[in-house]
């Protein structure tokens, strides 16, 4: 390694935006599917490594809400490699010790993969290896519409106490309850937005955009995004 990683202060919570998957196919002279393909590939490859190493959390934005715009078979490509996915972590369930949970609006998928994903979920309920979150149809507005939606019904049956809203019963409400906010959020391909991931919890989170393109990602991208991370002088808006 060219870089020093503290291994003992590694951030708890990373989460990564797999962009590029359609420029590397295109580089290769290969359809979208096949770049997509490759990106589950390297994100398999990345899980395996990251939960050897010991990191307790990865989130990654696989589907947003914004995606279903793309054209149908490019939706229904993605859908295709979601199912694949799960099942496999499915077969593998007993010698993987990965723990699995999903974000996202689930509901406007596919009867079978949502139960996939939610046998997935519970097979693994008491792994103790890197918790991989999956975000699927997950937009970050969409997330704190539906949470401000519960918390409205909640309010309407008298269960909470609207005088004595803080953001910790708010963030409750939101698909991350229970999660710590990322410390650190990668973006690959060079890109340097948020495209609707995490808004909410990305308050404080260290941003690293890294010149490669996902389904070329390795272990090793990680550690320098983390080198980069534990350069940098976390505040959270105080003074250091
Ligand atoms: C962005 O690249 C990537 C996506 C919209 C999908 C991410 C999906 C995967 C990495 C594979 C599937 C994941 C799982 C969990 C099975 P892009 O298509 O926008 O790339 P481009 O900007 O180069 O066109």
């Known amino acids: 390694m060219k870089y020093k990683v503290d291994m003992s202060n590694l951030p708890k919570h990373i989460a990564i935006i797999m962009d590029g998957n359609g420029r590397w196919a295109k580089k290769y002279l290969m359809r979208r599917a096949a770049g997509h393909r490759a990106g589950a590939t390297a994100l398999r490859r990345l899980v395996e490594q990251m939960n050897a190493d010991g990191f307790a959390v990865l989130t990654v934005y696989a589907f947003s809400t914004e995606n279903w715009k793309r054209d149908t078979q490019e939706v229904s490509d993605l859908m295709g490699l979601m199912h694949e996915y799960i099942q496999q972590y499915i ?5 993987n010790n990965v723990r699995m949970r999903t ?12 139960d996939k994903i939610a046998h997935l979920a519970d097979l693994t309920r008491n792994h103790d290896g890197l918790l991989l979150n999956i975000a699927i149809n997950y937009g970050g507005r969409d997330e704190i519409v ?32 229970s999660l710590p906010d990322p410390d650190l959020i990668i973006r690959t391909s060079g890109e340097m937005r948020l495209s ?44 250091s």
Do not use: C
Request: no cysteine; hydrophobic share 40%; aromatic share 10%.
């Open 91 to 95: 077969n593998d369930a007993k010698k």
């Open 103 to 114: 974000i996202g609006d689930l509901s406007r998928l596919e009867p079978s993969l949502q």
């Open 146 to 177: 539906r949470a401000a939606g519960k918390l409205a019904r909640d309010a309407r049956q008298g269960k909470v106490d609207l005088d004595g809203l803080d953001e910790d019963a708010f963030a409750a409400y939101l698909d991350t309850s």
């Open 196 to 239: 609707n991931f995490l808004l909410w919890q990305a308050a404080y989170a260290e941003l690293v955009s890294m010149d490669v393109l996902w389904p070329d990602f390795k272990i090793d991208h990680l550690y320098q995004a983390v080198a980069q991370y534990q350069q940098r002088k976390r505040r959270f808006g105080g003074r």
